[in-house]
């Protein structure tokens, strides 16, 4: 990509009334664009990054046998009716329209009810399950707190995964087949290290939902960590039951802030209840199918790594989801022949990459000083930093600097290929 072409632009200030650095930083880079509070849109770098969560995401999903869908924004009444979730107190985030005919909808927050009713179609033996499908959808929710950037949406992407199953054996491998493939995705994406597995309330059927926290200040959750277990326990389960069962004590806890970036629930039979979801097993018996559902929030995610990892100067992207791995940069030189020179060399880098499949933004842009490209690139926070000047050339070297490191080398363009 040109980035004489990119229409976006990189900001100095600070939007007004945003506060979180986040969103501050996104808006800066030309990354998203804030449409109102707690609503953005992804602009090309932007959606790139988007896509490259998504795709590490749907590889980990495939992986354990998931089937990609996408589900319908507007939802039937009637579904949630029967499930109690549609004048649920507890349900505070609904954004509900009326269909010209005078039938009530609503925006979907989340799938359980219309995945697991249009199941009715699908699954009617013990030789159709097990089913596992999950979508990216951007989720509508009437929020009531939307001050932490793209963390917090009123419109958010979320991978939410449904399981449907035979029974109870066949529901808990799967479940904890979701939980490793959880742990890989965020290892892929650089949050390894800081994400827990949390032990959360589970409802009726189960004693514990589970939690992916994410350890950042601005997070909005309080967990309990167990370091050397690698385990942590949300605030609302901290019982001494909870601890004992966990093989947990109280003094080996930390207190520390996360956000949840993922989550996943047990419906038990419950849901299949109530909107009608059985299945006839090998001796011809009626019986509930097991439902189970899996988030991650895609643009929280995005939005914990900006936290997490830029600094006073812009982003800072792992590798693994930046929008592009290098960020090409030409500097202009004070006569034309040098100028020239420096185009051509750095019109034919940019080639080499494309041509060996690297994905590059290209600051071919004339009217830029060295300092504002400089600024630019820091704040755009493309992981590897190419700089070809009139100096650079004439010495037939490249100058090499990763965004995350302080100190900028001097490499040969075959050499650098050759360490990508
Ligand atoms: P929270 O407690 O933070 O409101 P939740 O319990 O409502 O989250 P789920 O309904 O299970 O979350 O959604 C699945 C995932 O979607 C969450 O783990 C989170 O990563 C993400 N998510 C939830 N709400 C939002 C939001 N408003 N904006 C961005 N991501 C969200
Ligand atoms: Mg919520």
């Known amino acids: 990509m040109r980035q004489s072409q990119l229409f976006t632009k990189t900001r100095k200030d600070a939007p007004k009334g945003e506060v979180s650095k986040n969103a501050d930083l996104l808006i800066r880079g030309g990354f998203i664009h804030k449409e109102m509070a707690g609503v953005y849109a992804y602009l090309p770098l932007g959606l790139r990054v ?19 869908i996408i589900m319908t924004a507007l939802q039937r009444k009637e579904l949630w009716e029967m499930t109690d ?4 107190a507890n349900v505070d985030v609904w954004f509900k329209a009326m269909l010209k005919s005078g039938t009530e909808v609503g925006f979907g927050w ?9 199941m009715k179609h699908y699954l009617n033996s013990y030789r159709d399950l097990p089913i596992y499908v999950y979508q990216f ?3 509508l929710r009437n929020e009531l707190r939307a001050k932490s950037g793209i963390m917090r949406g009123r419109e958010f992407v979320m991978k939410d995964m449904y399981s449907y199953t035979a029974n109870t054996e066949m529901h808990e491998k799967f479940y904890a087949g979701v939980i490793d493939a959880y742990h890989r995705v965020f290892e892929r994406i650089g949050l390894g290290d800081r994400t827990f597995l949390t032990f959360a309330s589970g409802g009726s059927f189960t004693q514990f939902s589970h939690e992916f926290q994410t350890l950042t200040d601005v997070g909005e959750d ?6 050397t277990k690698k385990l942590a326990i949300n605030q609302e389960v901290l019982t001494p039951e909870v601890m004992s069962q966990l093989g947990v004590s109280r003094e080996d806890l930390e207190e520390v802030r996360a956000v949840e970036v993922g989550n996943i629930f047990n419906f038990g039979e419950v849901k299949s209840k109530q909107l009608g979801l059985f299945y006839r097993d090998e001796q011809g018996n009626e019986k509930p199918v097991i439902l189970g559902s899996y988030g991650i929030g895609i643009t929280r995610l995005m939005g914990t790594i900006v936290e997490i990892l ?3 100067k812009g982003l ?16 202009s030189a004070k006569d034309d022949a040098a100028r020239q020179t420096v185009k051509k060399a750095a019109e034919e880098y940019y080639a080499k990459l494309l041509a060996r499949g690297i994905e590059v933004l290209y600051d071919d842009r004339a009217d830029r000083s060295a300092g504002e490209k400089f600024a630019d690139s820091d704040l755009i926070g493309i992981p590897w930093r190419v700089v070809v000047s009139e100096k650079t050339l004439a010495q037939k070297i490249i100058e090499v600097k990763k965004r995350a490191e302080k100190e900028a080398r001097l490499s040969t363009f075959e050499h650098f290929i050759e360490e990508l």
């Open 85 to 88: 979730r549609w004048d649920d």
């Open 50 to 68: 988007v896509e490259k969560i998504k795709q590490i995401i749907r590889e980990e999903m495939n992986n354990i046998g998931g089937q990609e």
């Open 110 to 118: 989340s799938h359980e009810e219309p995945i697991t009713d249009m």
């Open 222 to 227: 309080t967990i309990y960590l167990h370091r």
């Open 137 to 139: 959808q951007t989720k």
């Open 316 to 331: 800072v992207w792992p590798e693994s989801i930046a929008p592009h791995k290098v960020h090409l940069i030409e500097l």
């Open 310 to 312: 830029a600094d006073e």
